[in-house]
């Protein structure tokens, strides 16, 4: 089973390039850490200060190690989380 995580983001007003600037760089270096199967970030036109990441692991361990990441630390932590309005997660696990 693999362990999935939904997470919203939801720019301030202005901040919303500051967000976006940190998902771009996150991204690759997410999605070539060890235990990552899948990671994709997408914006809603409709409300452009909405994002969304739909994130894959191996288990629920190399989540937290992405969470504890130099690059998380830096671009989530340091530079988007600190100007969101609203960060929301979900966890999930697979079935079969």
């Not at 901040?15 to 899948?38: C, M, W």
């Not at 361990?61 to 932590?77: L, P, Q, R, V």
């Given at each position: 089973?693999?362990?999935?995580?939904?997470?919203?983001?939801?720019?301030?007003?202005?901040?919303?390039?500051?967000?976006?600037?940190?998902?771009?760089?996150?991204?690759?270096?997410?999605?070539?850490?060890?235990?990552?199967?899948?990671?994709?970030?997408?914006?809603?036109?409709a409300e452009p200060s909405t994002f969304h990441l739909f994130e894959?692991?191996?288990?629920?361990?190399?989540?937290?190690?992405?969470?504890?990441?130099?690059?998380?630390?830096?671009?989530?932590?340091?530079?988007?989380?600190?100007?969101?309005?609203?960060?929301?997660?979900?966890?999930?696990?697979?079935?079969?």
């Amino acid at each position: 089973m693999a362990y999935v995580v939904s997470a919203t983001w939801v720019a301030e007003p202005g901040q919303e390039s500051v967000v976006l600037d940190a998902i771009e760089k996150l991204t690759p270096i997410s999605r070539a850490e060890p235990g990552n199967r899948f990671y994709q970030a997408y914006q809603d036109p409709a409300e452009p200060s909405t994002f969304h990441l739909f994130e894959i692991y191996d288990d629920e361990d190399a989540y937290k190690a992405h969470g504890t990441s130099e690059h998380f630390e830096k671009y989530g932590f340091g530079q988007a989380i600190p100007v969101l309005a609203k960060r929301e997660r979900a966890f999930y696990e697979t079935i079969g």
